[in-house]
């Protein structure tokens, strides 16, 4: 691997950016995530070449565009600000330049067109770009030093998937019930999470439309669609039985503390029944009452999904 390009961070912010950690994308498209010191420390012995990270007498740095432009998740997950995608490298074809390779927004590697990526730039949502004139038209250029030059993105290589599960939930309402997981997808190819976004987005859809018609709101819905995870990892929520299908394709990990939760629509308050497990000790850390329905409802429905794991 010839180097990197730093795509987004993950942290709290008010921490120095050496205790973050870094998501990068090395040259043959392999995800790979680093802690502050470590980077700066490889880049300082000329251990790794990271494309748009250095190292000062301030310490590690982004070189290529503020740092505040790169997409940055927060330790629960959510992602603070504006995410913006990262263009890895320019495509030439007769040594004419014809496009782009970009890492997006919703974590997946694709090409674009020179058109599409000046429209994303002049909308600010490229990290490491900036619109130059030219006399052919615009284009986007590197706001310091070139992208790498490839032809096209990597071939296919073997990959394996890992998911880990966040929470399970159950939603009901008379005779109708949907029972979902959150999940973290990752691979150590982009190209093999690329590929797999329209099926996760497609799975992504169904659970939503099935929750919107129990009776979840549009606000509330926006948290179950996919979105970046740390990791380059893709974040999502889907029924469990398209769950499970993920979980049995590659190795399935769970979070250390799981939420397994069951909501009552039919109920005017919507309290929704909670447990809060420690899969280390086996034990509930934190309970919550619904109704008596969604109440008795978990307790089903927390003993399947602990047999299971």
Same mark, same amino acid.
């Given at each position: 691997?010839?180097?990197l390009?730093?795509?987004?961070?993950y942290?709290?912010?008010?921490?120095?950016?050496?205790y973050?950690?870094f998501?990068?994308?090395g040259?043959?498209?392999?995800?790979?995530?680093m802690r502050?010191?470590?980077?700066?420390?490889?880049?300082?012995a000329?251990k790794?070449?990271?494309?748009n990270?250095?190292?000062?007498?301030?310490?590690?740095e982004?070189?290529n565009?503020?740092?505040n432009?790169?997409?940055?998740?927060?330790?629960?997950?959510?992602?603070?600000?504006?995410?913006?995608?990262?263009?890895?490298n320019r495509?030439?074809?007769s040594?004419?330049l014809?496009g782009?390779?970009?890492?997006g927004v919703?974590?997946? *590697?694709?090409e %674009?067109?020179?058109?599409?990526?000046?429209? =994303?730039? $002049?909308?600010?949502?490229?990290?490491?770009g900036?619109? #130059?004139?030219?006399?052919?038209?615009d284009i986007v250029?590197?706001?310091?030093?070139?992208?790498p030059?490839?032809n096209?993105?990597?071939?296919?290589t073997?990959?394996?998937?890992?998911?880990?599960?966040?929470?399970?939930?159950e939603?009901?309402?008379?005779r109708t019930n949907?029972k979902?997981?959150?999940v973290?997808v990752?691979?150590?190819?982009?190209?093999?999470?690329?590929?797999m976004?329209?099926m996760?987005t497609?799975?992504n859809?169904k659970?939503?439309?099935?929750?919107?018609?129990?009776g979840y709101?549009?606000?509330e819905?926006?948290q179950f669609?996919?979105k970046?995870?740390?990791g380059?990892?893709?974040?999502g929520?889907?029924?469990l039985s398209?769950?499970?299908k993920?979980?049995?394709n590659?190795?399935?990990?769970y979070?250390k *503390?799981l939420? %397994?939760?069951?909501?009552?629509?039919?109920d =005017?308050d $919507?309290?929704?029944?909670?447990?809060?497990?420690?899969? #280390?000790?086996?034990?509930?850390?934190v309970s919550q009452s619904?109704?008596a329905?969604?109440?008795?409802?978990?307790?089903?429905?927390?003993?399947?999904?602990?047999?299971?794991?």
């Amino acid at each position: 691997m010839k180097y990197l390009t730093m795509v987004s961070r993950y942290g709290d912010l008010k921490k120095d950016i050496n205790y973050m950690n870094f998501t990068l994308i090395g040259d043959d498209f392999s995800i790979h995530q680093m802690r502050g010191d470590k980077l700066a420390a490889y880049i300082t012995a000329g251990k790794v070449n990271v494309t748009n990270m250095g190292v000062s007498v301030k310490g590690l740095e982004s070189t290529n565009g503020s740092i505040n432009n790169y997409t940055t998740i927060a330790p629960d997950g959510t992602i603070v600000g504006k995410p913006r995608c990262v263009i890895l490298n320019r495509i030439e074809k007769s040594n004419k330049l014809v496009g782009y390779v970009v890492y997006g927004v919703n974590g997946v *590697v694709t090409e %674009i067109s020179v058109e599409e990526a000046v429209k =994303m730039c $002049n909308a600010k949502l490229i990290a490491n770009g900036k619109i #130059k004139h030219t006399e052919n038209g615009d284009i986007v250029s590197s706001i310091k030093g070139n992208y790498p030059l490839v032809n096209t993105i990597v071939k296919e290589t073997p990959d394996k998937l890992t998911t880990k599960t966040i929470y399970f939930g159950e939603a009901m309402t008379g005779r109708t019930n949907c029972k979902y997981a959150g999940v973290i997808v990752n691979t150590k190819y982009t190209k093999t999470i690329s590929n797999m976004y329209a099926m996760l987005t497609k799975a992504n859809e169904k659970v939503i439309n099935k929750l919107h018609d129990i009776g979840y709101s549009e606000d509330e819905l926006e948290q179950f669609k996919l979105k970046q995870a740390p990791g380059a990892g893709i974040y999502g929520v889907y029924e469990l039985s398209d769950a499970k299908k993920l979980a049995e394709n590659g190795e399935a990990k769970y979070d250390k *503390v799981l939420i %397994i939760g069951c909501r009552d629509c039919s109920d =005017m308050d $919507n309290i929704e029944s909670l447990i809060i497990y420690d899969v #280390k000790s086996k034990s509930v850390k934190v309970s919550q009452s619904g109704t008596a329905k969604s109440d008795e409802e978990l307790k089903k429905f927390k003993d399947s999904i602990l047999e299971s794991l």
